[in-house]
């Protein structure tokens, strides 16, 4: 399922309502933006470290999915809505390094969807899958011919 324009739009505002919640001149907190999708009402709730409620919507789009990977097409979506307000995130009184990770309904990290560190900013963590397998073989071989 790709999400739709309007989709973009409808996270995007949930989004600017949190970036609100922490803005540039306040002093900055220590947490983490926690993001899930209830598949069966189609709402994506935004919390902090705390589990306090910072936002919720519902999407439309996901109102009655017709895909069974509803997640990986949210957090798509989601990480979508992000690299569009990147410049606004990057200036939340949040505590570096934070990120916005996607839980799933009994509250276990299922994606970090946008991981900012004072001079690193991952924004598909896609790219991190299988680095340590690969480095493994790396090294296995870089030993063997030795």
């Not at 979508?80 to 995130?89: D, F, M, N, T, V």
């Amino acid at each position: 399922m790709k999400a739709t324009p309007q989709t973009i739009q409808q996270i995007q505002r949930a989004l600017r309502k949190v970036i609100e919640k922490f803005p540039p001149t306040a002093d900055p907190i220590l947490t983490d933006i926690h993001m899930q999708v209830r598949p069966e009402s189609g709402e994506l709730r935004i919390f902090n470290d705390d589990m306090e409620e910072l936002m919720r919507i519902v999407v439309d789009q996901w109102l009655e999915p017709t895909e069974e990977d509803l997640y990986d097409a949210a957090a798509l979506a989601i990480k979508q809505s992000i690299s569009g307000l990147r410049a606004e995130i990057e200036q939340m009184s949040i505590m570096r390094p934070y990120s916005f990770v996607m839980m799933g309904e009994d509250s276990e990290t299922l994606n970090d969807l946008y991981i900012v560190d004072d001079d690193t900013i991952i924004v598909d963590t896609e790219l991190l899958e299988g680095l340590d397998e690969e480095l493994d073989e790396f090294l296995a071989k870089l030993l063997k011919d030795e």
